[in-house]
């Protein structure tokens, strides 16, 4: 038979679960339903999800039931049930971006849960420790599903979203190495800087003030992503400057206590959460983030791909950060705390026109080094391995 005449192999069937499946949360979410967008067209993609605000053609979607919400190790241990039973049947391979004990695609987008616990801690230290978490059933439930869900009895791809949780991972279950691939977040295309008017247009449209330096924000857990130093290193800055806030509007409420007592009042600006971020990152100036934990940090990627130069903290508070170089395409932060610091080098993009430019450039030129569509091949081969494997076996 010629090559021609085989019949066509079946698309694989693959479930993949994340229990909020959409664009309103964070990086995590936004990057489950990338690769989903990108590799729906060559697989049979079912979505499992508590929460679903996405459609895509050619994608399945199942809403997971929530009974409750609280606490959420239960709705967890509730999550992981429910969607083994769904998809023990019928499916050649289960992608989680949770922490489950099925799947064999076990994506991983936040520090493991024993390497915060534990590491470093040893004699009494480490005894009081164990003695905690024998005495809280939400830490016993959160370790004992992290602890199978990365268990290799069973032939299991453990997927990182950043080079920096290699070591991490290694220091909490050793024997992971083998099973560690790195799939890192990318972008659909490099957008550019929008010219002078349509910044202006966007601003407008946002309700930001047109004129002055606009720097901005963007982060569901305002505190973890360095919003109070931010807010400080502002009141250091000219009144021109100004902030735009995007990210959950639930955190707005504690934190306009702190702009009030700043003095910010009129050059804080909170825009929630948006669907589309495109256009906070056309409106702006600058991107601003000091987080203090950020494993990869996809708005920096997202920045960088809009034309923006960027200050962000370096690589033990944030992943990308050990990607980008100081003054070359990044402004890179010792200590996202270091108000002064934080303050200093946000005004020499106010100040240093060409050192911004600079930046600018050579920014776009990362992003266009990260595209989702090089990401997805990646995935799409570690899907395709598994297959192969589950064949032959």
């Known amino acids: 038979m010629s090559e021609s005449a085989k019949p066509a192999q079946p698309r694989l069937r693959i479930a993949v679960l994340h229990r909020?499946?959409?664009?309103?949360?964070?990086?995590?979410?936004?990057?489950?339903?990338?690769?989903?967008?990108?590799?729906?067209?060559?697989?049979?993609?079912?979505?499992?999800?508590?929460?679903?605000?996405?459609?895509?053609?050619?994608?399945?979607?199942?809403?997971?039931?929530?009974?409750?919400?609280?606490?959420?190790?239960?709705?967890?241990?509730?999550?992981?049930?429910?969607?083994?039973?769904?998809?023990?049947?019928?499916?050649?391979?289960?992608?989680?971006h949770e922490n489950t004990w099925h799947g064999q695609v076990q994506t991983v987008h936040v520090v493991p849960v024993k390497f915060n616990l534990l590491n470093g801690l040893t004699g009494w230290k480490l005894a009081l420790r164990w003695l905690k978490i024998a005495t809280s059933v939400r830490l016993l439930v959160y370790l004992v599903l992290e602890r199978r869900r990365f268990a290799l009895h069973l032939p299991r791809t453990i997927v990182l979203t950043s080079n920096t949780l290699v070591a991490q991972m290694m220091a909490a279950y050793p024997a992971s190495g083998k099973a560690i691939k790195v799939v890192m977040p990318g972008v659909n295309q490099v957008h550019g800087a929008p010219s002078v008017l349509q910044k202006m247009e966007y601003r407008h449209q946002l309700g930001l003030p047109v004129e002055g330096f606009c720097i901005l924000f963007v982060g569901n857990d305002y505190r973890k992503k360095g919003l109070v130093t931010l807010l400080q290193a502002l009141s250091q800055m000219p009144a021109n400057c100004y902030l735009a806030v995007v990210g959950n509007p639930a955190q707005i409420p504690s934190f306009r206590s702190q702009v009030a007592t700043l003095g910010l009042e009129q050059r804080v600006f909170f825009l929630g959460t948006m669907k589309d971020i495109s256009h906070a990152y056309q409106a702006a100036d600058c991107l601003a983030h000091p987080t203090l934990e950020d494993t990869f940090a996809m708005v920096v990627l997202e920045a960088l791909a809009h034309g923006l130069p960027v200050v962000v903290s370096n690589q033990r508070y944030c992943g990308i950060a050990g990607l980008l170089r100081h003054e070359l395409n990044a402004l890179v932060l010792e200590d996202p705390w270091d108000i002064d610091a934080l303050a200093v080098e946000l005004m020499r993009l106010v100040r240093e026109p060409n050192l911004a430019i600079c930046l600018q450039m050579a920014g776009l030129a990362f992003a266009a080094d990260h595209r989702w569509l090089v990401e997805a091949q990646r995935q799409a081969d570690i899907y395709e391995a598994i297959a192969v494997g589950k064949n032959n076996g």
């Open 20 to 96: 909020q499946f959409s664009t309103f949360g964070g990086g995590a979410e936004r990057y489950s339903i990338a690769l989903v967008e990108q590799l729906a067209e060559r697989y049979e993609i079912h979505v499992f999800s508590q929460h679903i605000d996405h459609s895509w053609p050619g994608v399945t979607y199942h809403t997971v039931p929530q009974p409750l919400k609280r606490p959420r190790w239960l709705n967890q241990l509730w999550y992981a049930t429910a969607t083994w039973w769904s998809t023990r049947k019928g499916f050649d391979l289960v992608h989680s």
